[in-house]
């Protein structure tokens, strides 16, 4: 047996429970074997029978002494009964019609169960167990492997259950299967960790805490230490393999440009805008990270970046996540460079078929020096004549299939610029962009009008309905946010519609009011995105549909219903979208937060406007599934680390992963691996 075999060389797997166990995510041997367990039930914890307490909630383990079958109840149900015998004393189980479980309940077999214990019927002092939450019959080897009662526990699903995944863990265990060590022998001795068979045995049974925790770190270890060593291998690779754009120092263009802007760049912006310099005057290629809060000022940077590309010689393309920003970006960057005699097209999806068709003429004769555009800007078909750089938002990260269209793209692989608006915590930057350079951009630029934030109840709605209808009469617009509501779940939430519905007919009429949702059809979306920011429709009411890239300095008030039903990052998306322009700015959270945490979580919105700070309270509140699931990039599925907890872990993996890439030997060591965990990222991995 090896480790990529197909599962269905174990015994007692066939066809039919290898689809099941597919369907788990288990395939091949490789995937049992790191299919770590979720939890762990400490057997040496249980109460004896003798001590259990009526009304309490308990686990017992014992043997089984007797099974009986009856049937009573009006409805003669059928009651399955058994007794259990821990040697402190004996209590009953008790099941309702289960018929087939009573094969399973052989005298003598080992069980243990977890319920609520109360007085068996009838019987003086005697327990019962209902409301089982758990029950397990032991096998024989489960038996002898629970050496010091810690026993694990597996996802499981309705047709794969605990015993089966710890049956066949064990068999690959003792089928003594061909396990090689994946970390080069100076980085296990460097950090002092477990050999990797070792931890594998220790993880799924292990013999004391001790050795578990040990095992737990390694493994842990071992999976970012990979992902570190791939995202590094990946920008290694593509820095050595690929001639770059080397770029001059800045010339005339650029000192126009900086003429022509009506502010100075802020310090932050400085500090970027000389380390993409950089990077850019190398013939490496920039694979650079620009981080920074909404408004905070990078669309300016990149407009100097790829005015920088153009001075060169080249032509650069800048990709937005929506046609409405294209467009937005389309406007800013013709009025300032045209006049500099910079040609910026916009590769609108609106184009005919004709006029896209002109379009790609003009950018494989280099006749366009700019093209600005949605995804579409890197798609098959599009040829530009040199192409230099490539400024990009994380929506679109470019995986090795995009990085293959780029190379077509150009003789030389192009510098690239990823901006990203969400504040990542500096783990998360680690792990989700390690193969990038950051730049940060931290302080807003000044003379900004903060955004008034304030957290009302429900109650308050009419007032503050009232308030949004007063500043209209200004001639501000206004957004009403709420949350998300899928068909048929069962909700007080009022939804989109409904809140539309209630303020157009209501305090808002005759007032132009528009509805916006991610089931409207993307042109109808832009129609109504459009008329929002001509001034036509003055109440938006969305979902967080409008979170990303929507400009509208006039509108300067938000109610976000609802509120505790997002996340800190997300809530702090969405309220970056007023305070954009010369009007004061007002943000109403309206939410009734039940629990203490999420009236806490109220409070710090209410109290900061820094989204690195809010990311890292999001983090620390809602762990990183929750935070992810806000955000959209490829995250790496971890499958045992945790990168909230494991920091010290993630740095410590990914000092050693720099180290292990700069050692020919080690870099031999792990590629076969990286193979085998990122096939998809790595199908074009050659032995160096
Ligand atoms: P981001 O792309 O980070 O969301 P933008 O580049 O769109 O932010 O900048 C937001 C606004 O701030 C724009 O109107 C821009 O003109 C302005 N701005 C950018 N940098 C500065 C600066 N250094 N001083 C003053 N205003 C600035
Ligand atoms: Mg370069």
Request: some cysteine; proline content about 4%; charged content about 25%.
């Amino acid at each position: 047996m090896e480790l990529l075999d197909n599962i269905t060389c174990l015994k007692g797997i066939g066809t039919k429970k290898a689809q099941q166990l597919n369907r788990l995510g288990l395939c091949r041997i490789f995937d049992l074997l790191t299919y770590y367990p979720r939890a762990y039930e400490d057997q040496s914890s249980m109460t004896p029978i003798a001590e259990l307490v009526a009304g309490e909630k308990a686990t017992v383990q014992g043997l089984i002494r007797g099974v009986q079958e009856r049937r009573g109840g009006r409805n003669g149900l059928l009651i399955l009964t058994a007794v259990i015998d821990d040697g402190t004393g004996t209590m009953q189980i008790t099941w309702f019609n289960q018929r087939f479980l009573k094969q399973k309940l052989k005298i003598g077999k080992k069980v243990f169960a977890t319920g609520k214990i109360q007085y068996a019927y009838g019987g003086q002092g005697q327990f019962a167990m209902s409301q089982l939450s758990s029950f397990e019959v032991l096998e024989e080897y489960e038996q002898a492997e629970n050496k010091c009662g810690i026993m694990p526990v597996y996802s499981s699903s309705k047709d794969v259950n605990q015993k089966l995944l710890r049956g066949l863990v064990m068999q690959i265990l003792q089928e003594d299967v061909y396990i090689p060590e994946v970390i080069p022998e100076a980085i296990l001795e460097e950090y002092g960790l477990p050999p990797r068979r070792a931890a594998l045995q220790e993880i799924h049974f292990p013999s004391n805490q001790r050795l578990m925790e040990a095992a737990r770190y390694r493994l842990a270890f071992e999976e970012l230490y990979m992902i570190q060593c791939g995202l590094l291998y990946l920008k290694k690779q593509s820095q050595e393999q690929h001639q770059g754009v080397k770029h001059g120092v800045n010339g005339f263009k650029v000192q126009e440009l900086f003429k022509h802007l009506p502010f100075s760049l802020t310090k932050d912006q400085n500090q970027a805008w000389h380390e993409i310099c950089n990077d850019m005057e190398r013939s490496v290629p920039m694979r650079r990270l620009l981080q920074g809060d909404v408004g905070s000022g990078k669309t300016v940077v990149a407009m100097l970046a790829l005015v920088k590309t153009v001075e060169n010689g080249f032509q650069g393309a800048m990709m937005a996540p929506t046609e409405i920003l294209a467009h937005q970006h389309y406007d800013a960057f013709c009025q300032l460079l045209e006049p500099m005699g910079i040609r910026v097209a916009l590769l609108s999806g609106k184009l005919t078929k004709k006029q896209r068709t002109e379009l790609y003429e003009k950018l494989a004769s280099h006749e366009i020096d700019i093209a600005i555009g949605t995804h579409a800007l890197i798609q098959e078909g599009v040829v530009f004549a040199n192409l230099g750089l490539v400024v990009t938002d994380e929506q679109h990260r470019f995986g090795i299939n995009q990085r293959a269209l780029l190379e077509k793209k150009g003789v030389l692989m192009p510098d690239v610029l990823v901006m990203t608006a969400t504040p990542i915590p500096r783990t998360m930057t680690l792990t989700v962009y390690g193969d990038l350079d950051v730049s940060l951009i931290q302080h807003l630029p000044p003379g900004r009008k903060p955004i008034r934030t304030f957290i009302r109840g429900r109650d308050r709605r009419p007032l503050i309905y009232d308030f949004v209808l007063k500043e209209i009469g200004k001639g501000r617009q206004a957004y009403v946010v709420c949350p998300l509501i899928e068909l048929n779940e069962e909700s007080s939430l009022t939804s989109a519609q409904e809140v539309y519905e209630e303020l157009s007919s209501g305090i808002f009429r005759g007032v132009p009011c528009g509805l916006i949702h991610g089931k409207l059809k993307p042109k109808e979306k832009e129609a109504i995105m459009q008329a929002f920011y001509d001034g036509e429709i003055k109440l938006l009411v969305a979902t967080t549909v409008i979170e990303v890239g929507v400009n509208v300095p006039n509108a300067s008030m938000m109610v976000i219903e609802h509120a505790q039903q997002f996340g800190l990052a997300q809530l702090h998306q969405l309220r970056g979208r007023i305070g954009r322009g010369e009007y004061a700015s007002y943000c109403v959270l309206v939410a009734d937060g039940k629990t203490e945490s999420s009236r806490e979580r109220m409070r710090i919105m209410e109290s900061t406007s820094d989204g690195f700070v809010l990311a890292e309270e999001d983090l620390k509140l809602r762990g990183p599934g929750q935070f992810f699931g806000t955000m959209q990039h490829g995250f790496p599925d971890l499958k045992i680390a945790n990168v909230e907890q494991d920091m010290d872990i993630l740095l410590r993996a990914r000092q050693a992963a720099a180290k292990t890439l700069n050692n020919q030997e080690n870099m031999r060591f792990i590629i076969p691996t990286l193979q085998l965990l990122y096939q998809e990222q790595f199908l074009n991995i050659t032995d160096t």
